[in-house]
């Protein structure tokens, strides 16, 4: 059964730093472009950041770029966002999803990913 299970979101002040994980069963991760998406009550789904599946390419949405890092540990069959310097806009649901093998670019779209972790909360707050 192919799975994947986001974990890491906490309640965290701002300025403050998180490390989410995206750890997958059932398939090897380091062969699919994956990606974190980020969702809000009553706010479209919004791609924060993702990896290509073929030469590591990763891109940011504008508002994380220098605070969030996106990795691969293929040995923990695990993808990593790194965040830090967090601000209370970053309160969300995370969510780690893979696109399908035909797209080996990724892209900050949430079309074409086809498996999805059940999500994990962050919340930015003091």
């Known amino acids: 059964q192919v799975q994947l299970v986001e974990s890491g979101g906490a309640l965290v002040q701002p300025g403050g730093s998180l490390r989410l994980s995206c750890t997958a069963s059932g398939m090897t991760l380091q062969y699919y472009a994956v990606g974190w998406f980020r969702q809000t009550p009553g706010k479209e789904r919004e791609g924060v950041s993702c990896v290509s599946a073929t030469d590591a390419t990763t891109y940011y949405t504008n508002s994380v770029k220098g605070r969030f890092t996106i990795s691969r540990d293929n040995a923990k069959n695990t993808v990593y966002l790194q965040m830090t310097g967090l601000k209370p806009d970053d309160t969300a649901v995370y969510f780690c999803?893979?696109?399908?093998?035909?797209?080996?670019?990724?892209?900050?779209?949430?079309?074409?990913?086809?498996?999805w972790g059940q999500g994990t909360q962050v919340t930015v707050s003091s």
């Open positions: 999803a893979t696109l399908r093998p035909s797209f080996p670019r990724c892209f900050l779209g949430d079309q074409y990913y086809d498996t």
